[in-house]
Structures are given as C-alpha cells and as structure tokens.
C-alpha cells in the first residue's frame, strides 16, 4: 500500500495546481475532486480512475485492470477502470485524463 499512497500523494501535489481539484473522500476511499466530482481514488493497492473513449479503452486493457466494484457486490461502475500498482507507471497519464474528462463535464 505505501508505494500505492506515495503514488496518490505525488498525483496529489501534481493536479492540486489545477483549480478546483481538492482531495476528499469517496465511498471510504482517499480520492480527488474537482468542482465537487471525483475523477481519482484509492482502492486497497489500486488507483481508480474515471475515464471514458479511448484512455477508457487503454486502460481496460491492461493487464489486471477492471471495472471498478467498490461495494465488492458486483455491480462496477462503468466509467471507473481500477488500476493495479503493476502498471503505476501509467497512473499520472490517466489522473491527467480522468481530471480533464471530469472537469469538461463540472461547468
């Protein structure tokens, strides 16, 4: 978990510069806002992202990655791909996609 919260604060610090994003919490989970829609979070070692068209696409294919449930009562969110830590290194790109995605649809 501590390089999944060590990822979460470096993103933290890196899309806080954007107006209107803040950190929070949702469904018990550390995530990020913005204007008051989540667009980021974290779920036990994995990085949940709300993304749609193509970054929805690439990120459902990576391996191990799936629709996120976090009631765990199969019922996944369609817009939210979890990530897990083995493809970190692609977890700035997508916060960055996720932000923009949500932040289109916050006017």
């Known amino acids: 978990m501590a390089k999944t919260e060590e990822m979460f604060d ?3 610090m890196q899309l806080t510069a954007h107006p209107a994003v803040v950190r929070s919490q949702m469904f018990g989970m ?6 008051g829609k989540a667009f980021l979070g974290v779920l036990k ?4 992202f709300k993304l749609t068209g ?6 459902l294919a990576l391996e191990g990655a799936v629709l996120s449930d976090p009631s765990g009562r199969g019922r996944p969110m369609k817009e939210w791909v979890q990530i897990p830590p083995s493809h970190s290194s692609t977890w700035k790109g997508f916060a960055e996609a996720a932000y ?3 932040a289109s649809l916050a006017k």
């Open 45 to 48: 070692e994995d990085m949940v």
């Open 54 to 59: 193509q970054e929805h696409a690439r990120a």
């Open 10 to 12: 470096e993103i933290t």
């Open 100 to 102: 923009l995605y949500v």
């Open 30 to 35: 550390p995530c990020l806002k913005v204007k």
